[in-house]
């Protein structure tokens, strides 16, 4: 070994009492802990934590490249207006730039609602958060989970060719009269909307009934019609094209929304508001009858035509203070029903009951009246509505003594006379009994077609 060498290793005594300092360092260190109470040795601990959770919280790094800095996707109208007025966004102001940027790639980005239309058929992989978008995401969540209780929209383009055919009829069998009737429910028809059916043909043995369903275009369904179908009426369910039945109409672009997430369907049944529209634009596409599945049918409608009637008038006026929609009789593209349909687009509030059907064909009317070019005619309450809603109970009670056997037989013939279709407000009395001797019993014996079993089940 070389004198350099040898000057360059250094002694063995010295590394050994470098290593013995620091052993007794470790020792020192360790008593210290040990003779600490148990409260300050712990205390100790947390705070060695919170000094590393410390770090790991301020210490960001963001996983952008170096070259280029990230940039907000360009939302400016140049190059998006045509497709953001298309869907009735506006896009003259410019994404803020005070915003924080993430990226994950196994989760999809949080998309603000507004910026749908934009990002619909893009992949973005670097998507501005802020503090609203998660709360109306969260609202979104919440309306959609009432979307599962709507039918999902029919995929064949086929619905008008169906109709069309539907209504056509054959060498042997014509439509003279086209009846709707809608069903937004999971569950199949009862027997009264059995009753209601009967009582429509018993009246016009001639109509086509569509009833719009997906419950009732099924097995179930099917099964339900036919004794209606085996006696050689015609009467077809089919499911509901939502997409073709809105088409150009002001309910288009609002049942885009509600798709979407981006209406609020309220408290009341998401079910009953769609029916409201669907009534409405099924008779606005093809014109024709819509009744109620709890409406029973008295008399022919053959010399009815764009009419709708009012369900209570004002006494001292004898003007009408409102109206209902549970029968409506309108010419197709008829314009009082585009005013409804509006109307609906443009008012919508799912939490009023009635606001979006009863009251909003009241609102229309209303605003409409004395106006031109609106041909239609408001028929007073005996003619649908011979019964309010809040005394509905007295058609189901049988009589008590002569003095009600006399009242009852003297309603019983003005809602004969008077009335071309009786509404049961099934709301207020689904759960009534019929009772023997009542005017609803004598007015099922007189419309029904299957008798004994209507009698002996409603």
């Known amino acids: 070994m070389s004198k350099y060498e040898e000057s360059a290793k250094p002694s063995e005594p010295f590394l050994l009492s470098i290593l013995h300092q620091l052993q007794d360092l470790r020792r020192s260190i360790l008593a210290f802990l040990l003779s600490l109470p148990t409260s300050l040795f712990a205390l100790f601990l947390l705070l060695l934590l919170l000094a590393y959770n410390g770090f790991s919280v301020f210490y960001i790094h963001l996983p952008f490249p170096a070259k280029p800095p990230p940039v907000p996707a360009n939302f400016s109208p140049e190059n998006t207006a045509g497709e953001s007025m298309k869907n009735g966004f506006s896009s003259s102001s410019k994404v803020t730039s005070l915003v924080m940027y993430a990226m994950k790639e196994e989760d999809p980005p949080v998309i603000l609602k507004t910026h749908l239309p934009l990002l619909r058929k893009t992949h973005p992989s670097i998507t501005p958060i802020t503090e609203s978008s998660v709360s109306k995401q969260r609202g979104v969540r919440k309306y959609k989970r009432k979307l599962k209780s709507v039918p999902s929209k029919a995929r064949s383009t086929s619905f008008p060719a169906m109709i069309a055919e539907f209504f056509a009829g054959n060498s042997t069998i014509s439509c003279k009269f086209r009846f709707f009737m809608t069903w937004i429910s999971s569950k199949s028809f009862g027997d009264r909307e059995l009753l209601a059916m009967e009582s429509l043909f018993k009246s016009h043995p001639n109509a086509c009934l569509v009833i719009v369903s997906s419950s009732m275009n099924s097995k179930t369904g099917s099964q339900f019609l036919k004794p209606l179908l085996d006696k050689g009426f015609r009467v077809m369910a089919i499911d509901p094209d939502f997409d073709y039945v809105f088409k150009n109409t002001y309910a288009e672009a609002w049942f885009d929304r509600l798709s979407k997430g981006n209406v609020n369907p309220g408290v009341v049944s998401l079910g009953q508001n769609l029916s ?32 709708i009637g009012a369900q209570t008038i004002n006494l001292d006026t004898g003007n009408w203070s409102r109206l209902n929609n549970a029968v409506l009789i309108f ?30 064909v009241s609102r229309v009317v209303s605003r409409l009246s004395g106006r031109p070019g609106f041909n239609f005619t408001v028929l007073p309450p005996s003619a649908f509505y011979p019964v309010d809603w809040s005394r509905i109970r007295s058609l189901f009670r049988g009589p008590r003594d002569k003095i009600h056997s006399k009242w009852l037989l003297k309603k019983l013939r003005h809602i004969q006379s008077q009335s071309f279709a009786v509404h049961l407000w099934n709301r207020q009395s689904k759960m009534l009994k019929v009772e023997k001797g009542s005017i609803i019993n004598q007015i099922m014996l007189d419309c029904c077609i299957f008798c004994n079993a209507s009698i002996s089940r409603v």
């Open 331 to 360: 010419d197709k593209n008829h314009p009082l029903l585009y005013k409804f349909i509006q109307e609906f687009a443009l008012t919508f509030d799912g939490n009023k009951w009635g606001h979006n059907g009863p009251y909003l």
């Open 276 to 307: 409201n529209l669907l009534r409405l634009s099924l008779l606005y596409k093809f014109g024709g009858i819509y009744v109620d599945t709890d409406v029973i049918v008295l008399k022919s409608f053959s010399k009815l035509r764009n009419v």
